[in-house]
């Protein structure tokens, strides 16, 4: 099974730009959906970005589909989310998963079963 670790997260002002990255060392994204949510303090995880693995669909939500872009590497078996104009209401920790959920379920957090541990994300001026 997969193990997925996120990196990038950071300080960052309002307007500006962070890529998060999430790779597993051990085993292959293949055969799996990748995904990308966000949990701010106080409010309940959020869905952010989706990436099948091997047929290529992604998604990203429609409250951040005009800043945000995910992508993968599949040489490298990582998996990014670009994040660009971050806004205060960006801050948030960001968490990497991967599960097998149908793509229609894509959104819903309990189709994930393994997680990352999350890197803290704050826009900040």
């Known amino acids: 099974q997969v193990q997925p670790t996120e990196s990038g997260g950071g300080l960052v002002q309002p307007g500006g730009s962070l890529t998060l990255s999430c790779t597993d060392s051990k085993d292959s994204f293949s055969g799996y959906s990748v995904a990308w949510f966000r949990q701010a303090q106080g409010k309940e995880r959020e869905w952010v970005a989706s990436f099948r693995w091997s047929g290529g669909n992604r998604d990203v939500a429609s409250s951040v589909k005009d800043r945000f872009t995910i992508s993968r590497d599949i040489g490298k078996n990582m998996f990014y989310l670009q994040m660009t104009n971050l806004q205060d209401e960006d801050t948030a920790t960001y968490y990497c998963?991967?599960?097998?959920?149908?793509?229609?379920?894509?959104?819903?957090?309990?189709?994930?079963?393994?997680w990352g541990q999350g890197t803290q994300v704050t826009v900040s001026s």
């Open positions: 998963a991967a599960g097998r959920p149908i793509w229609g379920a894509r959104a819903e957090s309990r189709m994930y079963y393994w």
